[in-house]
């Protein structure tokens, strides 16, 4: 058993997760403490600004590591956890550009960096090589979803409703599929923070007080992405907002509620058996609006992972923890189903602290 720390900083772009996981890197998981900093408005802003990879890229790397390292000590402080009783951090970074099908990705944040500030080995760089090869580079916290759910009924789809949505099916012989299914909060939030409502629709609130428009619902699901067969994943942006759609607040949150969630009954068709339960994490499980929706729309019952006694905040957070210590045993992070690599992939990066 190693012990890691798993830091992310999601599409959502609502702060730092980071979580601390006892693990062998393979069947045996168990769950440590966890922390999450949110962003102030001024660094949300900062991020929005330099996705696409325009603007100040190096300097806002350069603040996103060191508030990651604020966090990495925060969390052991309070613990009262010193540094040699953790064996290395999983930084994802924070992704401003995912275009694989030209293999590219990009995660800002500076792994080196990182350890120097902890005093902490640091693997970072997870997705490049899998896009290099070929894979999607996403999603990558399946073969966590795999070992947390060992000993679930399957067939079993776990749902991650962030900025973006993606789905981990695991079947009953373990087999695994996995793929972004469509937008996830980032429309909602972007049109709640479009018009001038804050950064969120906070609880479905907004959404469960209008009406969807079904003649946009219906053409923002005829995007070609839907009938793509996965392996396959998305950018942050690569749904844009209608232009003037004439909504109230309310009917464009109701709308774009109703897209995310009739993304995900489209990602069923391409499941290889219906899963006997859907099991949600990431801030969407927050919104009840949508909780309703999916409810409406997935065949099988729908639960927030808090159910099977999971985190749903820090999920993606462990997910890495756990990849971080598959790579020092050099064991593979994406597999053919999870992000159509050729073949098993290893990743990542490995940043040494130099005292």
Not at 1 to 7: D, F, H, N
Request: with cysteine.
């Amino acid at each position: 058993m190693r012990t890691a720390i798993g830091l992310m900083s999601g599409t959502s772009m609502d702060g730092i997760d980071a979580a601390i996981l006892y693990s062998d890197g393979r069947s045996r998981v168990e769950q440590g403490p966890s922390l999450a900093m949110p962003y102030d408005d001024g660094m949300k802003a900062r991020l929005r600004a330099i996705l696409g990879g325009q603007g100040e890229v190096a300097a806002v790397a350069d603040m996103l590591t060191r508030a990651h390292a604020t966090v990495v000590n925060r969390l052991l402080m309070i613990n009262n956890i010193t540094i040699d009783k953790i064996n290395v951090i999983g930084f994802h970074g924070h992704t401003i550009i995912h275009q694989p099908e030209v293999r590219r990705t990009w995660q800002i944040g500076d792994g080196a960096l990182l350890a120097a500030l902890t005093g902490i080995a640091v693997v970072d760089d997870f997705r490049t090589a899998d896009v290099a090869a070929g894979g999607q580079g996403a999603p990558l916290a399946s073969l966590y979803h795999g070992a947390l759910a060992a000993a679930l009924p399957k067939p079993l789809a776990i749902l991650n409703i962030g900025g973006v949505a993606n789905v981990t099916w695991i079947g009953p012989d373990d087999q695994m599929l996995a793929f972004d299914t469509g937008p996830g909060n980032a429309p909602i939030d972007d049109w709640v923070r479009q018009c001038g409502r804050g950064e969120m629709d906070r609880d479905g609130q907004l959404a469960a007080a209008g009406k969807v428009d079904h003649d946009v619902l219906a053409a923002l699901l005829a995007n070609a992405y839907f009938d793509l067969v996965p392996p396959k994943s998305l950018d942050r942006d690569d749904f844009a907002l209608p232009s003037a759609p004439g909504w109230s607040v309310e009917d464009g949150a109701a709308t774009l509620t109703a897209f995310t969630a009739q993304a995900v009954a489209r990602a069923g068709r391409h499941l290889p058996e219906a899963p006997r339960q859907w099991l949600v994490c990431g801030g969407g499980r927050h919104n009840a609006a949508l909780m309703t929706v999916l409810a409406e729309v997935l065949d099988g019952p729908v639960a927030p992972v808090e159910m099977v006694g999971w985190r749903g905040d820090f999920l993606e957070a462990e997910a890495f923890a756990y990849l971080a210590i598959r790579h020092l045993d050099g064991l593979p992070l994406s597999l053919p189903g999870t992000t159509g690599v050729p073949h098993p992939m290893a990743g990542g990066r490995l940043n040494r602290h130099l005292a």
